[in-house]
């Protein structure tokens, strides 16, 4: 539930979460951190990637522009490379 989502990530006020689920605001890179802590320990580079280029554009072109859409491909090459 909200509440215990709001709870786990330490958040004050689960408002926030409420309009992130309505579509009425935005979750800023440092929830987006947070959410990967929690829902994905084991593979959290994806996750984050695809939250941030759902719920945050912005920062998402920011950090494509540095080349971070490419880890997965380079994650891939150097995988083939050691098998």
């Known amino acids: 539930t909200l509440s215990e989502m709001s709870e786990a990530l ?10 992130i689920e309505n579509g ?3 979750l800023s ?7 990967a802590a929690l829902v994905a320990r084991n593979d959290p580079i994806p996750f984050i990637m695809r939250t941030t ?20 491909l380079q994650f891939e090459r150097e995988r083939e490379f050691i098998n």
């Open 10 to 19: 330490n958040l004050k006020d689960k408002s926030l979460l409420e309009a």
């Open 29 to 35: 890179f440092e929830l987006i951190l947070r959410l």
């Open 53 to 72: 280029r759902n719920y945050n554009p912005e920062v998402w072109q920011i950090l494509n522009d540095w080349g971070i859409g490419r880890i997965p």
């Open 24 to 26: 009425t605001s935005t």
